[in-house]
Nanobody
Framework: QVQLVESGGGLVQPGGSLRLSCAASGITFRVYAMKWYRQAPGKQRELVAH???????AYSDSVKGRFTISRDNALNTVYLQMNSLKPEDTANYYC???????????WGQGTQVTVSS
């Protein structure tokens, strides 16, 4: 079965860094676009970063210049390097795998990131 397992969340002070990982299994990882979403309490889920199968990237304005998405197809893993973290980055972060041409989409269970002093 398909699994997306996020890790790397935790508590960090403002200005700090974290690296999230999402390990995929059960899919042909290299053909999927991978995305990171986040959802804070009482707010809608927000697309944070996107990397295509060709490794083209895009970011929301709120994280551009601070976050970097990358992928390692040999390890079936996508990463989100988060620098200069702010309290407003506090949320549950979710990994998403999308293959639009095959109408297939999968979600991880989420990992909590809390930015607080």
């Amino acid at each position: 079965q398909v699994q997306l397992v996020e890790s790397g969340g935790g508590l960090v002070q403002p200005g700090g860094s974290l690296r999230l990982s999402c390990a995929a299994s059960g899919i042909t990882f290299r053909v999927y676009a991978m995305k990171w979403y986040r959802q804070a309490p009482g707010k809608q889920r927000e697309l944070v970063a996107h990397i295509t199968s060709a490794a083209n990237t895009a970011y929301s304005d709120s994280v551009k210049g601070r976050f970097t998405i990358s992928r390692d197809n040999a390890l079936n893993t996508v990463y989100l390097q988060m620098n200069s973290l702010k309290p407003e980055d506090t949320a549950n972060y979710y990994c998403n795998a999308l293959r639009a041409d095959a109408h297939r989409e999968y979600w991880g269970q989420g990992t909590q990131v809390t930015v607080s002093s």
